[in-house]
């Protein structure tokens, strides 16, 4: 997604004449997470008070006309309650902001992956095998690379000896 920068035309001024929108409340969280958790094909959901309004929910289905109904269906549960909805593969841990954010940006196209439902706009960030999905291309995707675990815990041990001035 971006912002548009550039000089407004006539015309492209918002009617100032229009009613502004309620404002939204996102105090159902763990209701609206309950709710989706419910839906056959998700594995997992959470609203975590941090996202402000974000509900990432996790899903091993794969096959466009199926998502499509799912994500319907997930819409459907969450009821207006979240603002975005972002569907990941089912390793995501969608209890961690910064992980379901990670996998939004790597595995989503703004214009291929997102879809306005009522207030609510949701984007399909699981995986994809490359080809094309909703009549538009898809790129192969690379793995995500994880750090072993042995070069983790040396690191902290060099990292711990440099801040207590044994190295």
């Keep these: 997604m971006g912002f548009d920068c550039t000089r407004k035309w006539p015309g492209e001024e918002p009617d100032a ?13 763990d209701a609206c997470a ?4 419910s839906v056959d094909g998700v ?7 941090e996202s402000g309004g974000w509900l990432f929910v996790s ?8 998502f499509d109904a799912l994500a319907s269906r997930v819409m459907e549960a969450a009821a207006n ?18 992980e379901a954010m990670f996998h939004w ?15 609510s706009m949701w984007f399909d960030a699981t995986p994809k ?6 009549g538009m291309p898809v790129r192969e995707w690379p793995p995500i690379i ?18 207590e001035g044994r190295a």
């Excluded at 309650?81 to 910064?98: I, L, M, Q």
């Excluded at 095998?129 to 909703?134: E, L, T």
């Design 59 to 66: 899903t091993c289905v794969r096959d466009e006309t199926e």
């Design 146 to 163: 994880e750090m072993d675990p042995g070069v983790i815990a040396s690191a902290r041990e060099r990292f711990g000896a440099i801040i």
């Design 17 to 29: 004449a229009s009613e502004p929108t309620a404002e939204r409340s996102f105090d159902g969280r």
């Design 129 to 134: 095998d490359a080809g094309v999905r909703r």
């Design 105 to 119: 940006v790597a595995n989503a196209d703004m214009l291929r992956d997102a879809r306005v439902v009522g207030r």
């Design 43 to 49: 594995e997992s959901a959470a609203m975590p008070e």
């Design 34 to 37: 309950l709710a989706v958790r």
């Design 81 to 98: 309650r979240a603002a975005f909805v972002v569907f990941v593969g089912e390793a995501v841990n969608v209890a961690d902001v910064d």
